[in-house]
């Protein structure tokens, strides 16, 4: 079955740096990479996906960017602010099998 | 339009009991989801409903069971409760065929079990 790497596990910015987090996945079949924000004591809240045949997505501030070939996908956060400060989950599904898998998380922490 | 909840919003339960988490699906969705999220941990696939049969099941035992009701609404159940059940547990629904994989999660139940 598919698994989802995520590093890192925790990553510390200066307030208008830019963050970097990564994953790996393993299924080939997989063609969906979405990307979660969940901050302490809340849910799950969908910032960005991108689907296999497009190779990067931006919106505003935050773009995904996806390399099939080495099946790594990657999430890009520019001008950090303090409210970017959270956990965030990478995860991956395909056509055939709708479950989402996730990564372990990146806790980001926007140093002031 | 109205967005995924769930309920109750906490529960404590003793080993070996029973519990039933409820979730709506947001309108004009019909696919639900479920996930188990321990603390510090990425959710858990466990199992996914679409029209009212399961749809996909993750590594979780038989005493893991769900239902899912005409209006798309779901229900889980654990029988024989066990302490390593105690965690957050979230629901999420879709719409199958129409961006199908884009998931919208509730707040979520948390599960204590003692």
């Known amino acids: 079955g598919e698994n989802v790497e995520q590093h890192p596990s925790t990553l510390s910015v200066q307030e208008g740096d830019s963050a970097v987090i990564k994953c790996t996945y393993s299924?080939?079949?997989?063609?969906?990479f979405p990307w979660y924000k969940q901050e302490l004591g809340k849910r799950p809240q969908l910032i960005i996906d991108?689907?296999?045949n497009v190779g990067e997505k931006k919106d505003q501030r935050i773009a995904v960017t996806l390399n099939k070939t080495a099946k790594h996908f990657s999430l890009h956060i520019t001008e950090t602010q303090p409210e970017d400060s959270a956990v965030y989950f990478c995860?991956?599904?395909?056509?055939?099998?709708?479950?989402?898998?996730w990564g372990a998380g990146t806790k980001l922490i926007i140093k002031p | 339009e109205t967005g995924v909840t769930q309920s109750p919003t906490h529960l404590i339960k003793t080993r070996g009991q029973q519990v039933t988490l409820r979730c709506s699906s947001q309108?004009?969705?019909?696919?639900v989801s479920w996930y188990q999220q321990a603390l510090g941990q990425g959710p858990q696939f466990i199992f996914q409903?679409?029209?009212?049969?399961?749809?996909g099941r993750g590594n979780f035992p038989p005493r893991f069971s769900g239902l899912q009701f005409p209006n798309y609404s779901s229900e889980l159940n654990v029988n024989a409760l066990e302490l390593d059940d105690s965690a957050l547990y979230l629901c999420?629904?879709?719409?199958?065929?129409?961006?199908?994989?884009?998931?919208?999660f509730g707040p979520g139940t948390r599960l204590t079990v003692l």
């Open positions: 999420a629904s879709s719409q199958s065929g129409q961006r199908h994989n884009e998931q919208f």
């Open positions: 309108s004009g969705h019909n696919t």
């Open positions: 409903y679409y029209r009212e049969e399961e749809n």
């Open positions: 299924d080939s079949a997989s063609n969906y």
């Open positions: 991108i689907r296999s």
């Open positions: 995860a991956a599904s395909g056509d055939s099998n709708y479950q989402l898998i």
